[in-house]
């Protein structure tokens, strides 16, 4: 008995193919954005983060007006948040606010007048320093602190 050949029509299959990656692609576009990590920032000063979702769970720290924080997972009216530093625990929602921060992650970082290491040094932040977020240029980062210093930092050197 002889096995029956299989005919296969190559432009179907590339026409097929061509389908299902346009359908992955477009739903990678779609989901992509929905995946991105969502940060948020404290809305007042000596805001407890805890141990877990309710004002009985441990008091683990508390942080301050415009410390960012990234959010990892929603229960009710609280929120898990991941630190700069790596370190989680639970806040309660709204004393969240959308409003992005970022905040100096080394020892000591350089603000220039421009973004570039060409550029003149204008100020010095600390680790732990917050700043609001402006314009990129590459891999810089225009940003201005609450007592009126602005300047350009690399990116490397902030969080989120």
Not at 8 to 31: H, P
Not at 56 to 66: H, T
Not at 67 to 83: H, M, N
């Amino acid at each position: 008995m002889e096995t029956p050949k299989v005919m296969c029509n190559r432009s179907a299959i590339t026409k097929r193919t061509t389908r299902i990656l346009g359908i992955i692609a477009l739903s990678l576009f779609w989901v992509t954005p929905l995946m991105a990590a969502e940060y948020g920032s404290i809305s007042k000063d000596g805001v407890n983060i805890r141990s877990g979702p309710s004002t009985k769970d441990e008091i683990y720290w508390e942080v301050f007006k415009d410390f960012p924080l990234k959010i990892v997972k929603r229960q009710g009216d609280w929120v898990k948040t991941v630190d700069f530093e790596g370190d989680s625990g639970w806040i309660y929602a709204p004393l969240l606010k959308k409003k992005k921060t970022v905040i100096v992650k080394v020892k000591k970082a350089n603000l220039r007048i421009g973004p570039g290491k060409n550029y003149e040094v204008v100020a010095s932040a600390l680790y732990g320093v917050v700043f609001y977020p402006g314009k990129r240029d590459g891999e810089w980062m225009q940003v201005s602190h609450s007592d009126g210093t602005k300047g350009w930092i690399h990116r490397s050197l902030v969080w989120p």
